[in-house]
């Protein structure tokens, strides 16, 4: 025996509590590396028994406390009974310090003293050990429960593995047969749209591997009927968390860089581009072509010819969207260095609409306007058919009345909106805020539009009416509107 005594103690453990076993496992293993040698946990009598003969262990370490085990039965067995061999028992509850009951004596000592006196002599093996099955031809490692599950954790993960890629070429192949996105009528739609199917491929690859790992997880590891043993307690795992770290970072970086390039191409400059200075103004927009002197409610473009957009606003943030375009931007009001620039190339021929993509008040869902791609030839003629001012001051005015959004707040049919109606106002008795009652005349309507605070029409609050139509317009615009206000029954 003594000859042998750089060989390790052979230690079967049997709990049915995991923790139990691996809490021993390393407490052993830290302390007394060299000298011990886990062969195996078993978590029941019948376990025991077969690792008995399979294992050949120099001592059985039983956990106290485990009410599965039925200890007396276990010491009656093999301390008392025929095959005698080297039994502790080790309860690990009663405070933090472990509790040794040796075999014979069952009396409680502390884990270290026990730990010391067992390691440090085998004489206590040797003195102790009479009847105890030591036969040192040892069975393989192999059979050493641990290999066994690594074994079936890589089965596990090639099943899982393959799951993942069905599930992820599934996904890619249904996204494909949905229309997620409107029509793409511009050439800045293109780049924005291939990244976007990028991004759609890798995120269902990554919603496959969180959701099929996941449901396999809970499927295939579920407890089964009258399993009630613990967890396993794991404790971290640097190449997984290297692995989790960098690959999220590099595709953070490599979408970064797939981005910036969309980015550029969206701002790439063609030759003569159209020139638009778009005006949001709650709840309308403004289009104002400096180079063709044509102001418009509607957004007019011209199929194949880059527009160059001047977007701004007058009082909040407005934000230009038009999603066949795809390209969005905002319109801050604060003049001239506060302007933003977008450009968009219609690639086709059709109808749209512009939407306020920021939410701006009271009307901000209705704030649209048509947007229309003209080819060459009718967007010739729809110039020529603008450009030429109307020799009809009202119908002037009612173009103003349109071009500069008046019509998001007054009716023409008598319907109380965010303003007054405008029907029938003309010559009519107005009652104002102060209780005091105005006659509706020019003078008034003209103060009405440059200084909308200056008399308040009772039933409205101040400060609603844009109060800068006194820049914006002309004082031809206003007299033109006020015609139309008079022609207004
Ligand atoms: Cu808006």
Not at 6 to 11: D, I, K, L, T
Not at 33 to 54: D, F, K, M, N, P
Not at 196 to 212: G, R, W, Y
Not at 476 to 488: C, L, P, R, T
Request: aromatic letters at 8%; proline letters at 4%; a negative charge.
């Amino acid at each position: 025996m003594f000859g042998r005594r750089a060989q390790p103690q052979r230690v079967l453990i049997a709990s049915s509590h995991a923790l139990f076993g691996q809490g021993l496992r390393s407490l052993l293993q830290e302390r007394h590396r060299a000298e011990v040698e886990i062969v195996g946990v078993v978590s029941s009598l019948e376990e025991v028994v077969s690792a008995l003969e399979r294992l050949k262990p120099d001592l059985v370490i039983v956990d106290y406390d485990d009410d599965n085990l039925n200890r007396d039965e276990f010491l009656a067995r093999y301390v008392e009974g025929e095959g005698k061999l080297r039994v502790v028992l080790l309860s690990l509850q009663e405070g933090q310090q472990a509790l040794v009951y040796d075999r014979r004596t069952l009396a409680a000592s502390k884990t270290d003293d026990w730990l010391q006196e067992w390691t440090t002599s085998k004489r206590t093996v040797d003195r102790t050990k009479s009847g105890m099955p030591l036969k040192r031809n040892r069975p393989a490692l192999q059979a050493i429960p641990i290999v066994e599950n690594r074994r079936g954790d890589m089965k596990h993960l090639v099943i899982a593995g393959f799951l993942v890629i069905l599930v992820t070429a599934l996904l890619i192949f249904g996204l494909e047969r949905v229309q997620l996105l409107p029509v793409a009528a511009s050439a800045q739609a293109a780049p924005i749209d291939s990244l976007f199917d990028l991004e759609f491929k890798v995120i269902a690859f990554l919603f496959s591997l969180i959701v099929v790992l996941m449901l396999y997880s809970v499927i295939v590891f579920r407890r089964r009927k009258g399993d009630d043993t613990d967890a396993a307690h794991i404790e971290g795992n640097t190449r997984l968390e290297v692995m989790w770290t960098v690959a999220p970072l590099v595709t953070v970086l490599v979408f970064a860089y797939l981005g910036g390039q969309s980015l550029a191409e969206t701002m790439r400059v063609e030759a003569d581009p159209l020139e638009v200075n778009v005006i949001g103004q709650q709840w309308s927009w403004r289009f104002e072509y400096p180079e063709l002197g044509i102001i418009s409610s509607e957004l007019i473009l011209q199929e194949g010819q880059q527009a160059l957009l001047h977007l701004s606003a007058t009082d909040v943030i407005h934000s230009f969207w038009v999603p066949e375009f795809r390209v969005k931007q905002d319109a801050l009001p604060g003049g001239k260095d506060f302007v933003r620039d977008l450009r968009i190339t219609p690639t086709m021929v059709g109808e749209w609409k512009v939407r306020c993509a920021e939410l701006c008040g009271l009307k901000h869902a209705y704030m649209e306007s048509p947007v229309r791609v003209l080819a060459e030839a009718e967007f010739t003629s729809w110039v020529e058919a603008n450009s030429v001012a109307s020799g009809d001051p009202v119908e002037r005015g009612q173009q103003v009345y349109q071009q500069f959004g008046c019509n998001a707040c007054h009716s023409l049919d008598g319907t109380v909106s965010v303003g007054p109606s405008w029907q029938g106002i003309y010559q009519s008795q107005e009652p104002l805020a102060d209780g005091t009652t105005v006659t509706v005349d020019e003078a008034y309507l003209h103060e009405s539009i440059i200084d909308p605070n200056a008399k308040i029409v009772a039933g409205f609050n101040p400060g609603v009416m844009p109060q800068n139509f006194e820049e914006v317009l002309t004082e031809e615009q206003i007299s033109d509107v006020i015609e139309f206000i008079k022609s207004v029954r």
